[in-house]
């Protein structure tokens, strides 16, 4: 199963989480199988708007399941919904404690109204 973790470099497990999904620099697409990680850049990163709901299509096109988000707008929420992907609300710091925190069931779904932590 294929995970994205929205990330602000490129530090293998050591990356930074970014502060929101779609202006992130980059998605760590995790595969839980081998913990096989793939970075891609967010082509929505430097939209003006609607940043949101294009970086759900670069992570609907890597084929993940769920994101692992600290925040994350109603938009983009409902367009994660509609591309059959769920939408987890993590607040840690590393690529591996999202990953971690993932594995140990200890996220929850991100709330409908959007948001989060950082907000």
Known sequence: MKIAIPVANTEGLNASLADSFGRADYFAIVELDDTSIEFIAN???Q???GAGIKA?????NAKVKSVVVPRLG???IQ????AN??????TGTTLQSA???FRAGQLKDFP???CGNKH
């Open 43 to 45: 082509p929505a990163r």
């Open 112 to 114: 409908p109204e959007g």
């Open 85 to 90: 992907i769920s939408s987890l609300e993590f």
């Open 79 to 82: 367009a994660l919904k509609d």
């Open 47 to 49: 939209e003006g708007s």
């Open 56 to 60: 759900v299509q670069t992570v609907a």
């Open 99 to 101: 990953i971690d925190a």
């Open 74 to 76: 109603m938009k983009a």
